[in-house]
Nanobody, 126 residues
Framework: VQLQASGGGLVQAGGSLRLSCAAS????????MGWFRQAPGKEREFVSH????????YYVDSVKGRFTISRDNAKNTVYLQMNSLKPEDTAVYYC????????????????????WGQGTLVTVSS
């Protein structure tokens, strides 16, 4: 089972990037998916989550209104559209998948996710 994240890069403040996370080895149609990020010297933090059933989405307050998570189950891929990027968004972004649906109280917890991608670096210059 592999999660392959891509789409990171260098962008100016106010710009946009679209991250992709392609899963292989099994179908994640029935799994919750999430994005986390880790800035230098900081702990990995929750960014966004999308439910396996219903497609409901959740975000950390700092990205609400700027980031959008989506999924294409036919392609076994989850996306993170990031608009109006800020220098404080600079981090390595990781996609993650649950081993099924994750309970809502746990979606912001690193330990709730069974599978992780390798990370993709997003750098936002001021």
């Amino acid at each position: 089972v592999q999660l392959q994240a891509s789409g990171g890069g260098l962008v100016q403040a106010g710009g946009s990037l679209r991250l992709s996370c392609a899963a292989s080895g099994r179908s994640f149609r029935g799994s919750s998916m999430g994005w986390f990020r880790q800035a230098p010297g900081k702990e990995r933090e929750f960014v966004s989550h999308i439910r396996a059933i219903g497609g409901h989405t959740y975000y950390v307050d700092s990205v609400k209104g700027r980031f959008t998570i989506s999924r294409d189950n036919a392609k076994n891929t989850v996306y993170l559209q990031m608009n109006s990027l800020k220098p404080e968004d600079t981090a390595v972004y990781y996609c993650a998948a649950g081993n099924g649906q994750i309970i809502l109280s746990a979606i912001r917890s690193v330990g709730a996710y069974a599978y992780w991608g390798q990370g993709t670096l997003v750098t936002v210059s001021s």
